[in-house]
């Protein structure tokens, strides 16, 4: 079946622009995160949505970041007035949340490059 | 969120057996022991987890120390495909609670033809 989808793949902006990233999840599953990861570097959590449920956003690191979730399916990340260190891989994962499923079902990511 | 120390690399070759360790001395009751690995230019994939006992699927098998202070990631015949950075990771993930993964740095593992 289909998995976590995101788009675009790759992006190159200009320092001080806005970019929206995409996320489809897999169908039916309630739990989606977002992720970061820096060149050589391990991931780092962004937000997590988890049904109606007030997200997660804990792992924010500015008010230039924010996320929504619309339909409890789609997804998307917003960087508003991005900076060169904001060019990383960004990774959104779902899981099912029930029935003795753990694992979260990672999307290919977009490499964000901001000049 | 506990820490988990892995070493930063290791190397098998093709078709024998890979021991991946994982020290997680302060890990908690309610711990679950996850691993994922990420293949060059992919994002993670789930490779397995476990909470007490030893696990074992189609992909591995992970070894939990008595005290849960320690785990070993087992890959039986190691493949080229197997070459991917792996991840162990503590995380409170419950069967109906989210939860985030903490990725540290992982172990890079090189499979030699």
């Known amino acids: 079946g289909a998995g976590v989808s995101q788009s675009p793949s790759n992006k190159v902006t200009e320092k001080g622009k806005d970019v929206e990233l995409r996320c489809d999840p897999i169908?039916?599953?309630?739990?989606l995160y977002w992720y970061r990861q820096s060149l050589g570097q391990g991931l780092e959590f962004l937000i997590y949505f988890q049904g109606n449920s007030a997200p997660d956003k804990s792992g924010l690191p500015s008010d230039r970041f924010s996320a929504e979730r619309t339909g409890g399916s789609v997804s998307t990340l917003t960087i508003q007035r991005t900076q060169q260190e904001d060019s990383a891989v960004y990774l959104c994962?779902?899981?099912?949340?029930?029935?003795?499923?753990?694992?979260?079902?990672f999307g290919p990511g977009t490499r964000l490059t901001v000049t | 969120d506990a820490k988990t120390t892995q070493p930063n690399s290791m190397e098998s070759n093709e078709e024998e057996p890979v021991h991946l360790p994982c020290n997680h001395s302060?890990?908690?009751?309610?711990?679950?022991i996850h691993w994922y690995r990420q293949l060059p230019s992919q994002g993670p994939e789930y490779v397995i987890h476990?909470?007490?006992s030893n696990v074992n699927n189609r992909m591995a098998s992970l070894a939990i120390a008595e005290d849960r202070k320690s785990s070993t990631l087992i890959l039986h015949r190691a493949t080229l495909r197997d070459a991917a950075v792996y991840y162990c990771i503590l995380s409170l993930l419950g069967e109906t609670s989210g939860s985030r993964l903490t990725f540290g740095e992982g172990t890079q593992l090189t499979v030699n033809p």
């Open positions: 302060t890990i908690s009751g309610t711990d679950y």
């Open positions: 994962a779902s899981r099912f949340l029930a029935g003795g499923a753990y694992e979260q079902y």
């Open positions: 476990g909470l007490t």
């Open positions: 169908s039916g599953h309630t739990a």
